[in-house]
T-cell receptor
Framework: GNSVTQMEGPVTLSEEAFLTINCTYTATGYPSLFWYVQYPGEGLQLLLKATKADDKGSNKGFEATYRKETTSFHLEKGSVQVSDSAVYFCALSDQGGSEKLVFGKGTKLTVNP | GAGVSQSPRYKVAKRGQDVALRCDPISGHVSLFWYQQALGQGPEFLTYFQNEAQLDKSGLPSDRFFAERPEGSVSTLKIQRTQQEDSAVYLC???????????????FGNGTRLTVT
């Protein structure tokens, strides 16, 4: 079945450091790929998405590129801020009728000033 | 409100009790999903509604779990004879369809944290 594997956390960085959170997937067909973020005390929010190979999703300084050849969708940000502290989830959409999401386990990021 | 609303925010149940969790999706959203998120894990799909029709319930872990959306708006997830392994955060999400028939991004509620003692 479809699955998502993402980098184990937690990740702790200093402000302005470079961030990479690795995500790889296993899927049949051509799923869409997503990064969701959960800030403390809040619900899951869509951060960015890509719907086909070589697409780059970007938002709030974060980027991820859909790499079909390596089945990856790594999340990157050049300079993190304290306000980026959150849990990040990689996900793919099942190409069945409901397009339900399959999530990774999440990676907790803490950014220190 | 403008977002997906879930109630109660927290629920403590004794093993064997029945519970009902409510989800108010964003007005007009056709699609509604329920997910279960265990501690330290990502959300796992439970069931999907399109309007009042439950089109996919493949993720419901047992026949103790039942979901309904009778008027195509509010949805209720019911868990009968709760067990300790049911302890988790239950998330509801909704989305609409755009003019081309694609789905808008999912909007998640803050979830109901269920603790079974």
């Amino acid at each position: 079945g479809n699955s998502v594997t993402q980098m184990e956390g937690p990740v702790t960085l200093s402000e302005e450091a470079f961030l990479t959170i690795n995500c790889t997937y296993t899927a049949t067909g051509y799923p869409s790929l997503f990064w969701y973020v959960q800030y403390p005390g809040e619900g899951l929010q869509l951060l960015l998405k890509a719907t086909k190979a070589d697409d780059k999703g970007s938002n709030k300084g974060f980027e991820a590129t859909y790499r079909k050849e390596t089945t990856s969708f790594h999340l990157e940000k050049g300079s993190v801020q304290v306000s980026d502290s959150a849990v990040y989830f990689c996900a793919l959409s099942d190409q069945g009728g409901s397009e339900k999401l399959v999530f990774g386990k999440g990676t907790k990021l803490t950014v220190n000033p | 409100g403008a977002g997906v609303s879930q109630s109660p925010r927290y629920k403590v149940a004794k093993r064997g009790q029945d519970v009902a969790l409510r989800c108010d999706p964003i007005s007009g959203h056709v699609s509604l999903f329920w997910y279960q998120q265990a501690l330290g894990q990502g959300p796992e799909f439970l069931t999907y509604f399109q309007n009042e029709a439950q089109l996919d319930k493949s993720g419901l872990p047992s026949d103790r779990f039942f979901a309904e959306r009778p008027e195509g708006s509010v949805s209720t997830l019911k868990i009968q004879r709760t067990q300790q392994e049911d302890s988790a955060v239950y998330l509801c999400a909704s989305s609409s369809h755009d003019r081309e028939g694609g789905r808008s991004p999912l909007h998640f509620g803050n979830g109901t944290r269920l603790t079974v003692t």
